[in-house]
């Protein structure tokens, strides 16, 4: 008898996985096949990205002004307050910029997008679309993955600078250091692969939001209360697998990251 309850949970698992890998592919095939949404892609960019720029541009310097000191705090007991703009540059493009913004957007985008598919289920729209003849998954869910892998590097690159920006001031200001260290510093903490490794993350946060939250509202059921539990499990399984995707990229490209 213990067996049966594990193999119903084992044959449920590898069914969530086939039906996770074939929503997968077609969602990914479609962005390839025409017709295109472009008028939804660019609306889906606007609500998904532009309008989460304050969000970002905020956590960007508080991050920022956090890390300055602290690394001051850490530095200056070993008189290498000189250090402080490269350590900023290097902790703030490689890790803190793009974890913080990828969390923060899957509460806020992540979550919406499940609410909204979500809603669009459990009141038959998705099913009105496909009796019309339209495909749900293009006209759905392409345009919030193409916003998403677009914007998410865009929002990264916003959170670092002002980041930089707010270290900028902590340090010329509080800390003494010179405007031309800080700049020496930074540029000393900055390699190309530093910034394409930043926008590689950034871009594998962005499609698990997507992919991930889309789906949870795209199969949800049992009315307004499959909303709320899909989108909160939506938001729960995204931000665990940005976590696993961060673990995963720093052990895979931990070597050219100290060339």
Avoid: N, W
């Avoid at 193409?146 to 200001?173: E, K, N, Q, R």
């Avoid at 059921?221 to 709320?228: K, S």
């Avoid at 696993?244 to 100290?258: E, F, K, R, S």
């Amino acid at each position: 008898m213990p067996d049966r309850p594990a193999g119903s949970a084992v044959a449920s698992l590898l069914a969530t996985v086939g039906e996770v890998s074939v929503f997968g592919g077609k969602a990914a095939r479609q962005v390839f096949v025409p017709p295109f949404e472009f008028k939804e892609t660019v609306r889906q960019i606007y609500e998904l990205g532009v309008r989460s720029a304050p969000l970002i541009a905020v956590s960007g310097m508080a991050v920022g002004v956090v890390l300055s000191m602290h690394t001051r705090a850490s530095l200056e007991r070993f008189g290498a307050e000189s250090m402080i703009p490269s350590g900023l540059a290097i902790a703030l493009v490689r890790e803190t910029g793009p974890l913080t913004a990828a969390l923060l957007l899957s509460g806020r985008i992540g979550a919406g997008i499940g609410a909204e598919l979500g809603a669009m289920r459990v009141t038959e729209q998705i099913d009105a679309l496909e009796t019309l003849s339209y495909d749900p998954v293009a006209f759905l869910i392409v345009p919030r993955l193409i916003a998403c892998l677009v914007m998410l590097p865009c929002l990264v690159v916003l959170a670092d600078a002002t980041g930089l920006f707010s270290g900028y001031l902590v340090s010329v200001y509080v800390t003494k250091v010179t405007p031309q260290d800080f700049v020496t510093g930074v540029r000393l903490g900055f390699g190309t692969f530093q910034v394409v490794y930043s926008l590689l993350k950034a871009t594998l946060f962005g499609a698990a939001i997507a992919f991930v939250c889309s789906y949870e509202g795209f199969v949800t059921e049992a009315g307004a209360e499959g909303v709320g539990r899909s989108t909160a499990k939506a938001v729960v399984i995204t931000s665990v697998t940005i976590l696993i995707l961060d673990t995963l990229t720093a052990a895979l490209l931990a070597p050219y990251l100290q060339t």
